[in-house]
Structure formats: structure tokens, C-alpha cells
DNA sequence: CTGAAAGCGCTTACAG
DNA sequence: CTGAAAGCGCTTACAG
């Protein structure tokens, strides 16, 4: 492990000058920067991150709270996979790192902790509860964070979310084009975003072609695929069912499909289905679930975009705002 | 910011000792401790790991590499995230956090470089390509790695799998058992371990039961859905057709059972099928698939213990043997 | 364009 | 059990 000072030596400069020539090169002659740069890769000199974070107080990392407690356990993010790949390939592009933050015990300042230990310059923020101290404690302290599908605002917080309203209306609009009249939605639980805003979104859609939607055509579920079985079940058993279903989750469509078919109702002919999020399994699924796909790829860079922006940014320069995602209706076979 | 500097002046004792409470707290006088645990609380100092790291060449941090380019793009790990809990779980437990390292350019010794640079104590591989040469780089240089699903052996590496063969005598038993004697396999790619592995165990265990395996019943996929629904038409298509098929995926498995619904046969009466994996979909798609499943949180925390007793062990001690994982049939509506 | 020097915040022999 | 001091490997005003 050669050291700067190695180095310096190695190509009669002052270690001054090695740093520079990889911190500000334009600073340094095209000569000297040469020569330096020549007997880095020959004696294979590697700067010390540790150092140079004590030095600068900037780690080039960020940290990544990704919270594994709140949700029901078995959750799992429809596309934590893609959305890690995502933030991963934007950041490293800029030099920086992703660190995987312990959610340890529950003290309100762990994530706090974690930040100034580190010298984190930014963090994410994935799968949080909406009320975690823990994070809320991050955006009071002006540490720049990006928070994705929870609505965190701050001097240097934003936070990226899909077009949640506006996916909700492109299945209302799809059904309704299909010459749906009677179309009932399986709602997320009405105290989270999503769930909210989808059905708003929904209901806003309907109305604007003039179809009616009843109470009783409104049944909460809790995204996961027993409430949409047992959601599709009621609906059924309605004096007057519905001729198609919105559910603001896949799981709960694919639940409430399942319902339909142990029902005897034939998708999309007896009841049509659509949902929200387009996981894997909608396009394996028989017939094919139609749903509203949402923009995975885009969370993570549009997460990496502003973080990054906030990161670089003058400490006034107010935070960019949220950032909304459109979403795709991909027709299958259920509606 | 407090620094301990300042909190050493705030209990007036010398930074030395402040340091031992932190570090070593047996060989300070409860009193002292107690004083400097107080002060510390109250103005709310944190060691800084990068100050830490400098001085002591280890940074309490585990590399964690994910390659997401060999794969097909639009690949998905079957239980990436499971891995990742397990691990930042087991990890967190000991004070080691998880540094996501890019899969950034082609150099051969990327991986090495970035353990270098950030003193990383030891690296988890995940997903990688048997013969990258940047994996095969951190195992010849010494550093304490664990791959997962890779056997990847050295004086300071060592990793974990799936007990692939027995989990697919386990299936033949299984099919042996409901009285199948003609029984085919959709296997992986033949140059893949996971692949190979399952066809000898299922090879072997048919043979023990005295059952032939005629070559045309194997026929090999590449573990994506197509792949499945291509051997099963095939399959059907033969003079004698199978009674049951294994299929070394689950993936392939729902293929599998996709192309023999679209045929008009049965399952289980008229083609029993089994899998491996036992995904999330396994589960849920109808008639539930009967399928051998993998230890999730197994692969994360047996990584990280192997990972943690290399870090601690002196360099002489020898790396543990990889570590198999035992799997489970989980018996379904199809087999 | 370059160098000497101070400083970043810790740890750890070495004395006592 | 405790302290003074050197050292970890960098960066960055400050001079020149």
C-alpha cells in the first residue's frame, strides 16, 4: 500500500502536488501531472478514502436507511432490485458510494448517528414509515436526503413518487373505455400515500365520466393478496356486482382474480381486473394481469439526480421539488 | 461536532483515556468510565469512524459485491433482498456496516481497488460470474471474501450454497413416491454449478430407485419462464411422454406448467411437476407449486458468520468449508 | 505552478 | 490505571 508521500518521493514532488494532481489536476503543469500520474499506476498507488474523508469531512458516501422492521414481516419491495441498481449505476457515476445503514436500535437519532459518524453526504431514504422519528430527524437536521414514496420536505430533503392519482385514473379511463359502468376498487390501507392518492385519483377519474362509484364499491384492503381475495369475495356477493375492479395493489388484483375464478366468474368477460405496480408475477400470471406499471427504473435515478443536485449545491439554494413519476397502463388479459 | 479532544477536556482526563473508554473500557477505572460515559452522553460525542479507520486500518466495513451486469439484463436475484436483511442483520450485530461497491469499469482489479481504498475488512459476493477475474483477484489476494453460490475457495475465502443435488434427490423421492416411474427434467445450463449440481442429484436419486432416466427426458433450459414452456411442449411431444418432470427452477417450473394447462393436460393428474426455489409466485399461482426451497435467510447469515470468524481468526487459521445449505420440499397443488 | 507546514480526529505503544 | 507524544494518510490555505 504505497502512500502519497511514497509517491511524492517516488517522482521528486511534494506530496502538495500528488494531491493535487488528483484533486485538481487543471492546477498542476501538464508536465509534472504527467509524470505523476505515470508513477501512480506503475507502483500502483491507491488515495486512502479514510484520510481524505477525515481531511475533507466528506465521505463520497451515501448512506441508504432501508427500513426492514415497520412492514408487516414476509414484506417485500415490488422492485427494491431494480431501484438499488438504479441508485447504484447514477451515483457511482459520480464517485459515490452506497452505505447500507444498520437499523439498529430504536433510539431517535440512529440514522443521525450513522450520518455524522460517517460523514455521509447524503442519504436515501426506502420503505420508511411515515411517522419514524428516526427520519424526520434527518430532514430537521439539513442533512440532503431524497425519500422515495414518502412525502419528506426540508430545507434540503425532496422525495420522488409516482404519479399515483394519475395511474389510478388511467385504469379508471380503461375501464371506463371498455364500456365498464359498474367498477368498484380495492383500496391500500387509507392512512398511506399510495393508498390514499390512488383512490382520489380514482374517484376523480369516474366522476369525470360521469360514472357513479358507491360506497359499497369501495372496500379497503391492506395491499397484500388475502384482503384483495376476501375484498373480491364481498363485492361479488353484492345485490348489484360490479362489472370491474381496480385494485390499487397487484397483490390484492391477483387475490380478487383468484376470488373470481374460485367464484366461478370468468376474467375479463364476467368481471374485468386491473392493478397497480406491475410486479413480475402480473405478466405470469393467466390471462395476464393488466395493470398500472410505475417508472422502477426512475426512482432510483431520479433519486440519485436530486441528492446529488442537493449535494452539490450552495447550503441556500432551496431543495429541488418532489419529483413525480409517470406511470404506464400495460393492457393484459384481464381487462 | 464534538470531538474527543473536547469531551477529554470536558471531564479533564487526556484523550488517551477517552479513546480506552471507547475502545477498550475493562482497563479504565469504573469511575473514570462512568465520567467519561456521562460527559460523552451529554454533549453528545461520536467517535469518527474515518479518524478511526486511519489510525487503526480497519474500517468496520464489509464490501458488498453485486454484480448486476453478467446476468441477462432484467434478471432478478429470487431473493436478493431476503439475503440482504439476513446479512445487514448478522452483520449490524457485530458493528459492520455494508458498502455497496459499483460494478463500475472492466478493470480486472476494481474489486481490490475498492477494498483497498475504504481498508474494507472482508467482502460478500453475490451473483457473480464464476470467472471474473476481479472476483478471482480478492481471493488471490488474501482478502477474507464469502461468495454466495459461487465456490470460490482460498486461504482466506469460502462460501455458501444450497445443497442443489440432495434438494433434487428430494424432488425425485417426492415423485418416486406418488408412484411416478416416468419422470423427465427440465434442468439449468449444464455450465452453471446450480445446474449441474440438481441433474446429478436427480440422476443419482432416480437410480436409487431404480427408475431409468432415457436421454430424452432431459432436456436443458436456462432457468427463465420460455425456457420451461419450450421443454414441456417438447416433452409432450414425445412417443412416451412423462408422468411428472422436474424442473431445476421455478421459473421453468411455471413455464412448464403454462405449456401443459395450453396442451389441455392436467396437473397433477394427467403431468405432476416440481420445481425448485419455491419463489414467491410459487405460492400463489394455481394450483400452488409444489417445489424445494432454498434457505433465504440461511445464505445471509451463515455468509456473514463465516465472513466475521475469517476477520477475526489469525492469518494462519485456514478459512472454514463452504457451507451447504439443507433444503425443504414444500409440497403444493402440482406434484 | 509548487512546497513547507498545520491540521483533520483518532489509536496505541511507551512510560510512569 | 493514566498521560504525553507520535503517527495514521491525506488536504489546503499560505507563501513564494
Redo the contacts between chains.
Keep these: ?1 504505497a502512500t502519497i508521500r511514497e509517491l511524492a518521493r517516488h517522482c521528486g514532488v511534494s506530496v502538495a502536488t500528488v494531491s493535487r494532481v488528483f484533486n485538481t489536476p487543471e492546477v498542476v503543469s501538464r508536465e509534472t501531472r504527467q509524470r505523476v500520474e505515470a508513477a501512480a499506476a506503475e507502483i500502483g498507488y ?6 481524505r ?2 481531511a475533507t469531512k466528506k ?1 463520497n ?1 451515501i448512506g ?1 436507511v432501508w427500513d ?1 422492521d415497520h412492514r408487516r414481516s414476509g414484506w ?2 415490488p422492485f ?2 431494480e431501484i ?2 438504479a441508485l ?2 447514477a ?2 457515476a459520480q464517485g459515490l ?8 436500535a430504536d433510539e431517535p437519532d440512529r440514522h443521525l ?1 450513522a450520518v ?4 455521509l453526504d447524503g442519504v436515501v431514504l426506502i420503505d420508511n414509515g411515515s411517522r419514524d422519528p428516526a427520519v424526520l430527524g434527518l430532514a430537521e437536521a439539513g442533512i440532503p436526503c431524497v425519500a422515495l414514496d414518502l412525502p419528506l420536505t426540508g430545507p434540503c430533503c425532496t422525495y420522488v413518487t409516482s404519479d399515483n392519482a394519475g395511474g389510478a385514473g388511467q385504469a379508471a379511463d380503461h375501464l371506463v373505455t371498455r364500456g365498464h359502468r359498474r367498477i368498484a376498487t380495492i383500496t391500500g390501507p387509507a392512512r398511506t400515500g399510495p393508498g390514499a392518492e390512488r383512490l382520489a385519483g380514482f374517484r376523480a377519474a369516474l366522476a369525470a365520466h360521469d360514472v357513479a362509484l358507491p360506497p359499497e364499491y369501495v372496500v379497503e384492503g391492506d395491499f397484500y ?1 388475502d384482503s384483495g381475495r376476501a375484498a373480491m369475495h364481498r363485492l361479488l356477493s353484492l345485490g348489484t356486482p360490479p362489472t370491474a375492479v381496480f385494485a390499487a395493489g397487484d397483490e390484492m388484483a ?1 387475490g380478487a382474480l ?1 376470488a373470481a ?1 374460485a367464484a366461478g366468474r370468468r376474467t375479463p368477460d364476467d368481471i374485468a381486473i386491473v392493478g397497480f405496480d406491475d410486479i ?2 402480473a405478466a ?3 390471462p395476464g394481469l393488466t395493470t398500472v406499471a410505475q417508472d422502477r427504473t426512475g426512482f432510483g435515478t431520479a433519486a440519485a439526480e436530486a441528492l446529488i443536485a442537493m449535494i452539490r449545491a450552495a447550503p441556500e439554494v432551496p431543495a429541488p421539488p418532489p419529483i413525480v413519476l409517470p406511470t404506464t397502463l400495460t393492457a393484459r388479459g384481464t381487462a
Design positions: 500500500m491507491l488515495p486512502n478514502e479514510s484520510a474523508t477525515l465521505s458516501m441508504l426492514t417485500r419491495h427494491l432490485q438499488l441498481v447504484k449505476t451515483l457511482s458510494h452506497l452505505l447500507l445503514l444498520a437499523t439498529g448517528r455524522r459518524r460517517h460523514n393478496l391477483i383468484q375464478t413480475e408475477l405470469l400470471i393467466p
